[in-house]
Structures are given as C-alpha cells and as structure tokens.
C-alpha cells in the first residue's frame, strides 16, 4: 500500500478538507515528516503522543482525537449561533491534523523506547511543525494553529481556530492525565 493511503487510513479525517491544495498540503506535510523522522505511517499507530506521561494511548489516537474534537466544535458553532462566531472549516481541520505533526522529528524510537530525538531536546514540536508545513505550502493561518497550540503560544493572541485547537489538545491531554494518574 502506498505512503499516502496508509496514512489517509490512520487519519482519515484528513478526507474532510474540502480545499484540495490545502487536503495535499496537509498529506505532503505528513509525508515530509514521516520521511525526515524515518517514520511509517503504521509507526504513528505505535507511538505514543506524549513522552511526558506513560499512557496507553498512541499519537494518531490523539490527532484523531483533537481533530474530531474540532469538527464537533466547528458543527455545534455553526448550527447554534447560525455564522455569529463562525470557524473556517478547513483551516480548523488541517490545524486540528497538523498540530503535532513536529513529534515526527522531536521523536524517536531506540531499543523499542520512545524518547527525545536529539533534534527534539533543541527544538520543541510546534517549531518543528511550523517548519514541515512551511515547507509543505501550508498557508500561515494553519502555521499559527501550530504554533499557538500548545504553551510556546500561551504570550500570544491565538485566532479563534487556534483556540479551538488549543483547547481540544488540552482536553485530551489533561482529561488523559487524570485517568491515567496511578491510584493510591
């Protein structure tokens, strides 16, 4: 099976951008990635999404996760307050689905384990990710989602889909941080 379908079979949420240049960008991206990491895409099955915590949950669970989120949010937006406080689909998907697309490169696997690539104790994943996408013809509105997804973006203001962003990554990562804390 070829690089890109498998992917498009491990996140199959990036068949929902309705942009083809921007659906293309964001496949080239992940392949850019997966590529300069020496990753597969069955690898994004495997690891884990988080190097900070031990959870049973792996990387592509997670974007799937966040961009689902996302979706839900952009949906609910759109039929409550009816183009009041509408989010631009697309730009939301392909942020919600390259969020964390730098952990390609700020990790890595070596003896079964998963740890900080030597690049990724220099260079945190949202830089790394800006700059796979910048590479990849992503336009800036997506750039700034990954780059303000996370607590680097914390000083500045974030579009409203980069809010979104935000706080569906967060969800997931701190609703799995609480589940997953050891008893006793």
């Known amino acids: 099976m070829a690089i890109r379908d ?6 199959p949420e990036i068949e929902l951008i309705e942009d083809e240049s921007l659906r293309e960008g964001v496949v080239k991206t992940w392949q850019d990635g997966l590529s300069r990491g020496g990753w597969t895409p069955q690898d994004i099955e495997r690891m884990p999404f988080t190097l900070a915590k031990v959870v049973d949950i792996n990387f592509a669970q ?24 509408a989010l631009n689909h697309d730009i939301l998907l392909a942020g919600a689905l390259l969020h964390d697309v730098g952990k390609l490169l700020e990790m890595e696997e070596s003896g079964g384990e998963f740890r900080k690539s030597a690049e990724g104790k220099l260079v945190r994943h949202p ?8 590479a990849n013809g992503i336009p800036p509105e ?7 997804h996370s607590k680097e973006g914390d000083p500045y203001k974030r579009t409203p889909e980069a809010v979104v962003v935000h ?13 997953h804390l050891p008893k006793g």
């Open 6 to 11: 498998e992917l498009l079979r491990v996140l």
């Open 62 to 85: 997670h974007v799937r996760s966040v961009t689902k989120i996302c979706l839900a949010a952009c949906e609910t937006f759109n039929e409550i307050y009816q183009g009041k406080l």
């Open 127 to 134: 830089f790394s990710g800006v700059a796979l996408a910048d």
């Open 142 to 148: 997506v750039q700034h989602i990954i780059a303000t």
């Open 167 to 179: 706080l569906a990554d967060f969800m997931n990562f701190d609703t799995i941080e609480e589940i």
